[in-house]
């Protein structure tokens, strides 16, 4: 099946197969995910930037399991404004977009999760 908002290769190759670790590693994300993602916008909200670097770097590791670059180069920039508390203007739009992708990956791998469980 083609997804437009994941890409699973990555989570393919970390399960070498295995169903169950595949399984359990799509269940983490789609518990992990809205988690992080809703500290980056609190971090951003009160301006907590070494916060905002923490939280950013976490969710680097999990956003390479969905394969959305549109996610993982956002997510990357977020990381780097708070580290250097540089261009700090972008962030909005940066987090807007996170904000507004990641329930579409989420949708994605609900369906991966479903047809998973169902096999």
């Not at 809703?38 to 976490?58: A, F, I, P, R, Y």
């Not at 909005?92 to 977009?97: C, D, G, R, S, V």
Request: hydrophobic share 40%.
């Amino acid at each position: 099946m083609d997804y437009k908002y994941i890409n699973l290769e990555y989570l393919d190759l970390m399960s070498d197969g295995d169903l169950d670790m595949k399984k359990v590693m799509i269940d983490m994300l789609l518990e992990e995910i809205p988690v992080e993602i809703k500290k980056l916008s609190q971090m951003h909200q009160t301006g907590d930037w070494n916060q905002l670097k923490e939280v950013s770097h976490k969710l680097k590791s999990t956003l390479a399991f969905i394969g959305n670059p549109t996610m993982t180069s956002s997510n990357e920039r977020v990381e780097e404004i708070a580290k250097t508390v540089t261009g700090l203007d972008e962030l909005p739009a940066l987090i807007n977009t996170l904000m507004e992708t990641y329930p579409h990956t989420l949708e994605e791998l609900r369906s991966v999760s479903t047809v998973m469980a169902t096999a």
